[in-house]
């Protein structure tokens, strides 16, 4: 997989965080997902269509997206609830929106599908691809979620 | 500052309508009307007077370009200002969205400021 892929991924996560919740997201360090459970408690899903094919999900633990959704709506969320889950939909359609328009500029031009998003403990996450996957882990104040990004040519 | 407008919000996420009615409330904004995608907006927009479209793009039923098209195609609506906030940033997506008659363009994640300022330019 082209690394050029994982920093619009990166950038994109920090960015859309700060503005829409004012929360800073710290960047760890990337490795290989060798399998298809969460790390997180709620996981957006996207696939990426377009002249590379690949599919990206930001995984939330619970604590981490009920403190980013109740900056969100400006009112303490304390449940994991379908608020919850569609705000973690919304969230990571931004990311994918905003990596794609970074990923234009490398000459890569992609569709995004409509997000799904999955909540649980342990639920799996499937990506479109064969190919290996990267996971970004991400800190914040209140907890951590990670994302994941595969892409093949 | 109030400001005494009806606003159709149409977006098929909830919490995105939520964040956007939120941020309209906190500029002075206070009369709105909600709708989960281009077909029930339509139908709405028959329905009720609406002095302002703030639409997503991707949707599903009819997405906000479909949705841009057909109220800029009709004679009863066409006049209505109507504003894309969407997480479709890329050239080619904004250039349709100007040539079907958008009269102004936001890319998700957005502040206030950013609303606020394509706001008094399409309200003038």
């Given at each position: 997989m082209d690394v050029r892929y994982i920093n619009p991924f990166i950038e994109s996560t920090v960015h859309v965080l700060k503005t829409m919740s004012s929360i800073t997201a710290r960047v760890g360090k990337p490795y290989l997902k060798?399998?298809?459970?969460?790390?997180?408690?709620v996981s957006g899903i996207i696939g990426l269509i377009g002249d590379v094919k690949g599919s990206i999900s930001v995984s939330f633990k619970e604590e981490c997206i009920l403190s980013i959704v109740s900056n969100m709506f400006g009112e303490t969320m304390t449940v994991l609830n379908d608020e919850v889950k569609d705000a973690a939909g919304e969230i990571s359609n931004m990311i994918s929106g905003q990596a794609r328009q970074k990923l234009e500029i490398i000459g890569r031009n992609l569709k995004a599908s409509i997000p799904i998003v999955i909540m649980g403990k342990d639920h799996t996450i499937s990506h479109i691809t064969k190919d290996k996957i990267i996971a970004i882990p991400f800190m914040t104040d209140n907890g951590e979620f990670t994302i994941e990004v595969s892409f093949e040519e | 500052m109030e400001f005494n407008i009806t606003i159709l919000i149409v977006d098929d996420f909830e919490s995105m309508r939520r964040i956007v009615k939120g941020t309209l409330k906190s500029i002075g904004f206070s009369n709105f009307i909600e709708a989960e995608d281009g077909v029930i907006a339509m139908k709405k927009l028959e329905k009720e007077k609406v002095d302002l479209i703030i639409s997503d793009w991707i949707?599903?039923?009819?997405?906000g370009l479909d949705f841009l098209k057909a109220v800029k195609g009709n004679d009863k609506f066409k006049h209505i200002p109507f504003i894309m906030v969407t997480a479709e940033g890329q050239k080619g997506n904004v250039l349709e969205a100007i040539n079907a008659g958008v009269n102004n363009y936001i890319v998700k994640p957005f502040t206030t400021e950013t609303l606020r300022a394509k706001l008094q330019k399409v309200l003038g």
């Open positions: 060798k399998n298809e459970v969460a790390t997180g408690d | 949707m599903p039923n009819m997405n």
